[in-house]
């Protein structure tokens, strides 16, 4: 997977290979699905969620220039892979799932794993973490119709903001930077993501 998918597309980041290499994604799809864990491509996971493809997991990872002691505020837990890949890199992870039972799963995923600085929240990750903020960083794994306020809120100045956004068939990979208060954004990739899903449609 690293040399296939990472390398030979360009992802460069040694500290990214070197989580993609060691997080077991096969501990973080269904059972039945186990045979394809490593396959170029996203899987499901249930509740109409899935897996990402791994190479946009490292692509979107390696955006983000993560130092250790980073503290990184993930929307979209899923299954909890890419919560992994970022506490591989040292970082403070602070990650919040709509749908609770998933929410429930991937932090019993991830505390059998030995992953110890990573919280996990059940809620709409629209709203964010405030009493958490601010962050380094922002990555969130499901496509809102615009970046949400309440995100940019609690990204420090000088931090990196990677999101998809869209509706159900098209959307952009953006990367938002916050310098002197303002936000830079630019286009990096098309992508596909399950809709982001808010409080009130899980009703």
Same mark, same amino acid.
């Given at each position: 997977?690293?040399?296939?998918?990472?390398?030979? +597309?360009?992802?460069?980041?040694?500290?990214?290979?070197?989580?993609?290499?060691?997080?077991?994604?096969?501990?973080?799809?269904?059972?039945? /699905? +186990?045979?394809?864990?490593?396959?170029?491509?996203?899987?499901?996971?249930?509740?109409?969620?899935?897996?990402?493809?791994?190479?946009?997991? @490292?692509?979107?990872? *390696? !955006?983000?220039?993560?130092?250790?002691?980073?503290?990184?505020?993930?929307?979209?837990?899923?299954?909890?892979?890419?919560?992994?890949?970022?506490?591989?890199?040292?970082?403070?992870?602070?990650?919040?799932?709509?749908?609770?039972?998933?929410?429930? /799963?991937?932090?019993?995923?991830? +505390?059998?794993?030995?992953?110890?600085?990573? %919280?996990?929240?059940?809620?709409?990750?629209?709203?964010?973490?405030? *009493?958490?903020?601010?962050?380094?960083?922002?990555?969130?794994?499901?496509?809102?119709? %615009?970046?949400? !306020?309440?995100?940019?809120?609690?990204?420090?100045?000088?931090? +990196?903001?990677?999101?998809?956004?869209?509706?159900?068939?098209?959307?952009?990979?953006?990367?938002?930077?916050?310098?002197?208060?303002?936000?830079? *954004? /630019? @286009?990096?990739?098309?992508?596909?993501?399950?809709?982001?899903?808010?409080?009130?449609?899980?009703?």
């Amino acid at each position: 997977m690293v040399q296939q998918q990472l390398k030979a +597309r360009d992802i460069k980041d040694d500290r990214v290979l070197a989580a993609m290499a060691k997080v077991p994604r096969e501990e973080f799809v269904p059972p039945d /699905s +186990r045979g394809a864990s490593y396959t170029d491509g996203p899987l499901p996971i249930g509740y109409g969620q899935t897996i990402s493809q791994p190479y946009i997991v @490292a692509f979107m990872t *390696e !955006q983000l220039q993560l130092k250790p002691n980073d503290r990184v505020l993930e929307v979209g837990t899923g299954s909890g892979y890419q919560t992994a890949i970022l506490a591989e890199l040292g970082t403070r992870v602070y990650t919040i799932e709509i749908v609770e039972p998933l929410a429930k /799963s991937a932090e019993a995923t991830l +505390r059998r794993l030995g992953y110890k600085d990573v %919280h996990v929240k059940a809620g709409d990750g629209y709203k964010g973490w405030p *009493e958490a903020a601010p962050f380094d960083a922002v990555i969130v794994t499901c496509a809102p119709d %615009h970046v949400p !306020q309440p995100l940019t809120d609690e990204l420090k100045e000088g931090g +990196r903001m990677i999101i998809p956004v869209g509706d159900r068939f098209a959307q952009q990979l953006y990367l938002l930077e916050k310098k002197n208060g303002r936000l830079r *954004e /630019s @286009a990096v990739l098309p992508v596909r993501f399950v809709p982001m899903r808010r409080e009130a449609e899980q009703k």
